[in-house]
């Protein structure tokens, strides 16, 4: 792996603006102040009918009004995750003080990680299709229909024309939407990239996650997802979007734009695995955040903190905790490691969200603590209870995947680079 | 900045409408061989139309020997699975040396996955109910499972993903595998992207009424529509060093890549073609060609009404009189139209232009349209020696994509048949 060190301000990636539909509110005031607080989404699922699975925990978004971001022209063409998507695009570019026009619009593109897309409106043009035939398929649904759909309407309804493109792949398909943004920006193809990921909670996927027992069966209670506790019983499906701002450190620094952290590493892996399995091994994990270190320049014992991917589930939660026992046994400081699926559950492309959220404690200078871990598997410091103040110089993103993907991103802490 | 790496292909590997292998595909390229037929791996009696591009007698066995691995396949997993042996095979590297495992990457362009498994579920469940449907058969359902399929059988250890940019994914999976190996997160990757026919996806175009109920005529006055296909193709990337370290043969060179989003409207072209003529801008400026050095254009052509209208004022925009000095075809008359993997099966096209030195035809043409007035190579292949090929992909969401293979002189270059 032989990353280059170009440490020229236009090779230099930053964050300089946030947006998100989370189940801890839209936009980042509010999700930053109920992170800080430890707050917990997770509840019974209200907005689809549960009743003919075992689990009936979610952690659901309930409090998005579309109208507040999107024209209404627009409105009624998008699907759930497209106006999740939309709304997200539209205040990371307004956080970031970015307006599209005539002039930049053919530089600022998006990249979006999706997993499962609009399976709920794939599964209406299914139900028709089987229960009254061809002819009465709605054309209005199919274009929603594409994993691509939730960028395109972005586009259209935010105007900007630049790099497009929607990365699939499970678990890490927002953390792979950022390190290509990242790349894209670096190569030149754009002045400003709006990276993240989308996924909903929608009644056949949560049936189906349910029915391949992946899913807490817990019936109440906040502490549905436990990750990394020894009591976890699975991981609770969350949903929303989560969108960053990108831009070179040349590119804000003419501007003058608020920057919340630089991102100084980016990492891709596979290890065998089944598509439906979450990692036995921690091979893969290691491997991936050595090549992250390698590309960031840095060793381990320069990491602050890990946002981890742990969401509660049996397999891999242990192999992840064991991962890191692993990579940091010989350094005398720890890291500390924290996970905010425990507030909000498993969303998949929940990537967007969390990088979000790093990006906010690299700024703020604390982390928020894992909801639901009290007897943690291993002796690590993990942050529990309430939220950890502390400096934050470079901290890493994990994304892991079942079917054996794995992607590791670097936030740092820009003023000291 | 330092010099560019040189990514070349050194494999190929497919499976559509009119070739069972690459071999037999570059024959019917060269003799207009139509794949376009009517369709039986559906009842489409109650559908408006009945044609398409479908694959006939694959025989999954005879790729993927290993029994287990087979059952748990998708027919798009199986398809894709056996185009990569092909192409691992003909760049000298199956059964694959250990040593390649580690930093070797998989990207494919995801189409509709195991979705034509997943209607058969859920024809079975509306039958059967949650409790006694065996949700196990939804294990391949996401495009997602066919690079895992392919990282985890054949033990890579590199970055795998899946880009999902509807019909211009494939393109897009080359040039994001181009950048993994610049950037040296990569040492060789497979690309491509597959694409398997389905009932969901025909009722889908069925509903939107792009489809041709005779077979497709790209280019031609009469064209009503497009003919839906099937296909995967997957090409063999590396390094130019890497390649004559090894003493592979080389197809060609990618020599540019560019990619642009209309923002105007999720199905349909902007008249303007400003997309379409921003992502032909942009791959010519990557690889640092001017529009005189373009031999041969490969068309999107999807023969509906508006897209060969949008194209070829993209065309004459991007290459101003010397348009019509340059041949463009639309190899979808033939293979028909394979939706996702349609910028990877075309680039496959692309590559034996240049290392065999024809033009592939434009078959079905029947009547010149006073708006499509360029040469799209009518009467059948030309012998040439071409140069620089550009191919272009246009998507759902108003993503477009444009790549620019070069002809490969020197040691190991691949040689005309």
């Known amino acids: ?417 | 900045m330092k010099n560019k790496k040189r990514i070349v292909i050194t494999g190929l590997g497919t499976i559509n409408a009119i070739g069972k292998d690459v071999a037999q595909f570059a024959v019917s390229l060269r003799e207009g061989v139509c794949g376009i037929n009517d369709i039986d791996l559906f009842d489409t009696t109650e559908f408006r139309t009945h044609k398409g591009g479908q694959i006939r007698n694959f025989n999954a066995r005879a790729s993927i020997p290993d029994e287990f691995s087979l059952k748990r396949m998708s027919r798009a997993d199986q398809l894709v699975f056996a185009a990569t042996i092909e192409a691992l095979t003909d760049a000298g590297l199956y059964p694959l040396p250990e040593r390649f495992k580690e930093d070797m990457g998989v990207i494919i362009g995801g189409g509709s996955g195991g979705l034509f498994e997943a209607e058969n579920f859920y024809a079975d469940l509306l039958v059967k109910g949650l409790d006694r449907s065996r949700f196990s058969r939804l294990s391949t359902v996401y495009c997602a499972s066919s690079a895992d399929r392919i990282a985890s059988n054949l033990g890579l250890l590199g970055p795998k993903t899946t880009l999902m940019t509807a019909c211009s994914s494939g393109a897009n999976a080359l040039g994001y595998a181009r950048d993994l190996i610049e950037s040296g997160q990569a040492g060789i990757v497979l690309a491509g992207a597959v694409e398997p026919m389905c009932r969901i996806t025909y009722a889908a175009f069925n509903a939107l009424k792009s489809l041709d109920e005779d077979v497709c005529r790209p280019f031609d006055r009469t064209r009503s529509g497009l003919s839906l296909g099937e296909a995967a193709a997957i090409l063999v990337l590396e390094s130019l060093e890497s390649a004559l370290t090894r003493g592979a043969t080389i197809y060609g060179e990618i020599l540019g890549y560019g990619v642009s989003c209309d923002s105007f409207h999720m199905t349909a072209p902007d008249e303007k073609a400003s997309g379409a003529v921003r992502s032909m801008q942009a791959a010519l400026k990557d690889s640092g060609l001017s529009t005189q050095d373009i031999d041969y254009i490969n068309a999107h052509g999807t023969a509906t009404p508006a897209n060969d209208v949008t194209e070829t004022r993209a065309i004459k925009e991007v290459f101003g009189p010397r348009a019509y000095a340059i041949p463009v075809s639309s190899t979808k008359s033939m293979h028909a139209h394979p939706l996702d993997a349609a910028g990877a099966l075309e680039a496959i096209v692309a590559l034996l232009a240049l290392s065999q030195g024809f033009i592939p035809p434009t078959i079905h043409f029947k009547e010149r349209d006073p708006e499509c007035d360029l040469d799209y190579v009518t009467e059948g292949a030309r012998s040439s020696d071409l140069r620089h090929v550009l191919s272009n992909s246009f998507a759902f969401g108003g993503n477009n994509t444009t790549v620019i293979f070069g002809k490969y002189e020197g040691q190991g270059a691949a040689h005309g048949s």
Not at chain 1, 249 to 260: D, E, F, P
């Open chain 1, 1 to 417: 792996m032989d990353h280059e060190h170009d440490r020229s301000d236009s090779q230099r990636i930053v964050v300089t603006g946030l947006g998100l539909v989370s189940p801890l509110g839209a936009g980042k005031d509010e999700f930053s102040r109920r992170l800080s607080e430890g707050a917990c989404a997770i509840d019974t699922v209200q907005s689809l009918d549960t009743s003919a699975v075992s689990s009936h925990l979610g952690a659901e978004v309930r409090d998005f009004s579309p109208r507040d971001f999107i024209s209404v022209k627009n409105l009624r063409r998008m699907d759930r995750t497209s106006l999740m998507t939309a709304a997200s695009a539209r205040m990371a570019l307004d956080d970031a003080g970015v307006t599209v026009s005539a002039e930049n619009r053919d530089r600022i593109g998006i990249l979006l990680g999706t997993s499962f897309g609009a399976t709920d409106v794939t599964v209406q043009v299914a139900d028709t299709l089987l229960k009254e035939g061809p002819s009465s398929v709605n054309p209005i649904l199919v274009p929603n229909t594409v994993m691509n759909a939730p960028a395109g309407h972005a586009s259209i309804e935010l105007g900007f024309r630049g790099v497009n493109i929607t990365v699939t792949h499970f678990a890490v398909s927002a953390e792979t939407a950022i390190a290509y943004a990242v790349s894209e920006i670096k190569r030149g193809t754009a002045d400003f990239m709006l990276a993240g990921g989308v996924d909903i909670l929608s009644k056949f996927y949560y049936e189906s996650l349910s029915k391949f027992h992946g899913l807490s069966p817990d019936k109440d209670g906040a502490e549905g997802a436990r990750p990394f506790d020894v009591m976890r019983n699975g991981y609770v499906v969350g949903e929303g979007c989560g969108i960053l701002c990108l831009e070179s450190l040349s590119c804000a620094r003419n501007r003058g734009a608020r920057i919340y952290c630089e991102i100084t590493g980016a990492g891709m892996g596979s290890s065998p695995t089944s598509p439906t399995q979450w990692p036995k091994d921690t091979q893969g994990i290691r491997r991936t955040f050595q090549r992250t270190l390698n590309s960031a320049g840095l060793a381990p014992e320069d990491i602050t903190a890990i946002m981890a991917s742990a969401n509660g589930d049996r397999v891999l939660d242990a192999v992840e905790a064991r991962a890191y026992d692993e990579l940091f046994d010989a350094c005398g400081q720890k890291p500390f490691v924290t996970s905010v699926k425990g507030s909000l559950g498993e969303s998949f492309s929940s990537g967007g969200i969390r990088a979000c959220a790093l990006a906010l404690s690299v700024k703020n200078k604390w982390l928020p603590p894992t909801v639901g871990l009290s007897n943690p598997l291993l002796p690590m410091n993990f942050v529990t209870g309430q939220k950890k103040e502390i400096d934050v110089k470079h901290a890493v993103l994990a994304g892991i995947s079942f079917g054996g993907t794995y992607v590791y991103l670097v936030f740092s802490d820009y003023k000291s680079q």
